[in-house]
């Protein structure tokens, strides 16, 4: 008798963008998109923070969302509430990088001049 091997599938964890900005690697340690975004010290807007009140709608650029709790607030086909889903695929956000802590925006490697190494 033939027994079939568990097949492995390795999924790449989603880069979320503000504005074409890589700001995040969701790798799933956070429950939620906000509160991934909320670490990274982007400006969102939230209240009741369970797809209800509809106060952290964002509009998505390109990309997928995958809800956790069904949304009760209503959305356009281009808008997610990010206090209850996760992203599904890499995502852009119509969101300000401004303020956030971004790849982009970390201090510069610092960089020793040989001669300061000698002295
Ligand atoms: S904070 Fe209320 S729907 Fe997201």
Redesign the pocket.
């Given at each position: 008798m033939k027994t079939s091997s568990p097949t492995l599938i390795f999924k790449k964890a989603p880069i979320v963008s503000l504005h074409g900005e890589p700001t995040l690697l969701f790798n799933g340690q956070q429950p939620s998109l906000?509160e991934a975004l909320e670490i990274k010290k982007v400006r969102i807007f939230?209240?009741?923070?369970?797809?209800?009140?509809?106060?952290?709608k964002t509009k998505v650029l390109s990309g997928k969302v995958r809800y956790f709790t069904e949304?009760l607030?209503a959305l356009e086909a281009d808008e997610c509430?990010?206090?209850?889903c996760v992203p599904d695929s890499d995502l852009n956000l119509d969101l300000s990088a401004k303020g956030a802590d971004t790849p982009a925006r970390a201090a510069p490697p610092t960089v020793f001049s040989k001669q300061a190494l000698v002295d």
């Open positions: 906000l939230s209240e009741c923070r369970s797809g209800f009140c509809g106060a952290c949304p607030a509430l990010p206090c209850c």
